[in-house]
């Protein structure tokens, strides 16, 4: 199934979705599904429409445009490829916080990090990659819990790769600074060892210590498009994402992550996923949407 067969235009293709400043019609989303979806992979319903609405409604104003008609002219359009990757920003989900879903962090910190740790100390390669990576808090968060156990990992080839497709929320990333609520999860013990106050603009925000980004590269990437690098990862956290692909496009995403972890590397995936397809045999789910491969690397290097 396409985006674009998920909304059957066969049906009013000029009835109203959502409605408010400009109408959204079936042929609008329906248009701007198969754009989304070619582009990410992100799979939209008529289910979704009043959220494309609330998405793009304001950013339509402020191109100046008629409506969603003309928006979607515009973004299938070359002279669109701009705005095409800009709709791609809006309607991407970015919620993410520090520690979230605490016991993946738990498990890496006790069952999975000891012997990684020990292999950089011993001159090994160790590398982490955080799959869609928002504004940074989850790639941070594996950052501090490596630094909890080892303050000098980054002496060590030891690096985590952070990943996103959108360009705007990597940027944020980057930056490494978050409002105080943002640190609610982080134990004030943490927080006064690898943060400090600054201003920002007249707010107070939090700034991640250069130790701690040091561990980190941060790259743009599509999981849709090819991956330019050959692994192997010894841990791959992608949580929260594959849910909103379907299911031959899932299917597809577990299978090139398995082929990109190292003998027993370790997959943590979002609450509302599991591995599925061909991938399922390779793995072992050894805990809450924790999983380890059990297939062969094959002695891939990066």
């Avoid at 920002?200 to 999981?223: C, M, S």
């Avoid at 299911?247 to 943590?268: C, V």
Wanted: charged share 25%.
């Amino acid at each position: 199934m396409t985006f674009a067969s998920a909304i059957d235009t066969r049906q009013s293709p000029d009835e109203c979705l959502a409605s408010g400043e400009y109408p959204l019609t079936r042929r609008d989303l329906s248009e701007i599904a198969a754009m989304i979806y070619a582009d990410a992979g992100i799979y939209l319903n008529e289910s979704k429409a009043s959220l494309v609405y609330s998405r793009l409604s304001k950013h339509i104003r402020n191109l100046g445009l008629k409506g969603f008609r003309e928006y979607c002219t515009l973004v299938a359009s070359p002279a669109g490829a701009a705005e095409r990757r800009e709709m791609l920003s809006h309607l991407t989900t970015n919620f993410t916080r520090f520690f979230r879903e605490n016991h993946h962090f738990e498990h890496l910190k006790t069952d999975v990090l000891p012997d990684l740790l020990a292999r950089a100390r011993n001159g090994g390669r160790v590398r982490i990659w955080s799959a869609a990576c928002s504004d940074g808090q989850e790639p941070y968060s594996i950052a501090l819990t490596v630094l909890s156990l080892m303050p000098n990992a980054a002496d060590y080839d030891f690096r985590i790769l952070a990943t996103d497709i959108d360009p705007k929320i990597l940027s944020l990333a980057r930056a490494g600074a978050y409002d105080g609520n943002a640190l609610e999860t982080v134990s004030p013990a943490m927080r006064k060892q690898f943060f400090r106050e600054v201003d920002a603009g007249g707010r107070q925000k939090w700034q991640v210590e250069d130790r701690v980004k040091k561990l980190i590269t941060f790259n743009e990437l599509n999981l849709m498009a090819q991956w330019p690098f050959k692994g192997p990862f010894d841990v791959i956290f992608c949580r929260n994402v594959v849910i909103y692909f379907d299911e031959p496009t899932q299917m597809k995403i577990w299978s090139r992550f398995a082929g990109m972890l190292g003998d027993n590397g370790h997959l943590y995936i979002g609450h509302s996923e599991r591995v599925s397809g061909e991938a399922k045999s390779l793995f072992d789910n050894i805990g809450i949407t924790t999983y380890r491969y059990t297939g062969k690397s094959g002695g891939r290097r990066a």
